[in-house]
């Protein structure tokens, strides 16, 4: 198959958009004679005119002659076996051309049986991903269509949907994702691939789904996003009990995450604590049960009772499909808490809060921030709790960071001849 190649007057990526660690990969490759181009959602991304969050390249090399060409690669996965290349913090992450059996249907357990580039690009999710290009020459090339849909605003899948759904089911996720991120329709045989796939999504790793969902947390499109996770039927397998709450009217649970939305739209180089951003899409399910619970008892519930409903309500939403770490559950127990700490369950106002010395309470604020936009009759609570911040020197830069684990002191030993002070 000849690819469609698209020249710089056509495609207009700029070469200084270029990330130039990845470039600089790319070059290294071709000088040591394979092929590599940079691939994928960089590409998409580039074409769509936003700063790519990542640059892959994919290469003929295999991985172990990659990590002979560079000191600073490590080789990671079994599944799919690739090299990471490191620059300080940044990871260029570089795969080698694969082939398979792409209309087999069946979930894939390894994906290491090496290709063309053709080959490569046959076995991928999507036609906005199946894009490579040449930094040197400043070309575009398309063996997919890729190029088109991205015009059109088109999102379709490579070979049989309903098949590669099957063969990786977190693709449903993607594709999801695509649409909430970049509003593209989907094309007619991919969406009614993914209505009849949607039950496959159990199979995959509850790992890979819990990152792509945190992911879409951090993305500026999460409203968008859950909202057509449970539209489609896919966040219904995976948390029920979310899923059923998500579908009342006027859900406050959405109007939060579209504050959290904006938030990270206006400043995504100051990423929000994952802890945080779980419990802006749970805690309107949380004070649901609490405000049930408080109903069908005389006494209302004491701070610690609080606590522990927080950790049922945790379990209720991600078991049993997700394990979430014991941390990130504790933390996010101690957030939705603490908005009682704030606000008494009896609505009452403390008149002169004190701040706790605890490295969580600036991100319990920030939850609580987050609320009094959507409810402004909160912001009073906010506006004192936050005086009292202050007024303790308690740091509120600390609001999106997870704390730190003190260090001991050691007491220096005495030696055989000296004696007490």
Not at 75 to 100: P, W
Not at 334 to 352: A, E, N, W
Request: include cysteine; glycine fraction near 4%; charged fraction near 30%.
């Amino acid at each position: 198959m000849q690819p469609k190649v698209y020249e710089v007057d056509e495609h207009k990526i700029a070469p200084d958009k270029i990330d130039q660690h990845a470039h600089f990969v790319i070059t290294r490759l071709r000088e040591a004679g394979h092929t590599a181009y940079l691939v994928g959602g960089g590409v998409r991304d580039l074409l769509l005119n936003q700063v790519p969050k990542d640059f892959d390249v994919s290469t003929s090399a295999k991985p172990e002659e990659i990590k002979s060409l560079f000191r600073n690669a490590i080789l990671i996965g079994r599944r799919f076996r690739l090299a990471h290349i490191r620059f300080g913090k940044k990871v260029i992450e570089v795969s080698t051309f694969r082939a398979g059996a792409t209309e087999d249907a069946g979930l894939i357990i390894r994906d290491n049986e090496w290709g063309t580039e053709e080959q490569d690009v046959m076995r991928r999710d999507f036609t906005i991903n199946g894009l490579f290009y040449e930094p040197e020459s400043q070309k575009v090339i398309d063996y997919v269509d890729g190029y088109p849909d991205i015009e059109k605003r088109m999102l379709r899948a490579i070979g049989q949907p309903d098949v590669r759904f099957i063969q990786d089911p977190v693709r449903m996720i993607r594709l999801i994702k695509f649409c909430a991120r970049f509003n593209f329709d989907i094309h007619p045989p991919t969406f009614e691939a993914l209505l009849n796939c949607k039950s496959e999504i159990l199979k995959s790793s509850s790992a890979r789904i819990f990152e792509e969902l945190l992911r879409m947390l951090e993305s500026g499109a999460s409203k968008a996003f859950f909202h057509l996770l449970n539209e489609y039927g896919l966040l219904k397998a995976l948390s029920p009990v979310l899923s059923k709450f998500l579908e009342k009217p006027d859900n406050l649970a959405y109007q939060l995450l579209s504050v959290i939305d904006d938030e990270v739209r206006k400043n995504s180089a100051k990423p929000l604590d994952r802890s945080l951003l779980l419990s802006t899409l749970i805690f309107p399910l949380f004070n649901e049960h609490l405000e049930e619970k408080c109903k069908s008892q005389e006494k209302l519930p004491h701070l610690g009772q609080i606590a522990e409903s927080a950790h049922r309500t945790i379990d209720e939403v991600f078991t049993p499909f997700f394990s979430i770490p014991r941390r990130m559950r504790g933390i996010i127990g101690f957030l939705m808490t603490s908005q009682y700490r704030f606000i008494p369950i009896d609505g009452r106002t403390i008149k002169r809060p004190r701040a706790p010395r605890d490295s969580l309470f600036p991100m319990a604020l920030h939850l609580l921030k987050v609320r009094s936009e959507v409810q402004p009759e909160l912001l009073p609570h906010y506006t004192l709790w936050t005086e009292a911040a202050f007024a303790s020197h308690e740091p509120t830069d600390t609001l999106d960071h997870a704390p730190r684990p003190r260090r001991r002191r050691r007491r220096r030993r005495r030696g055989p001849d000296e004696k007490p002070m």
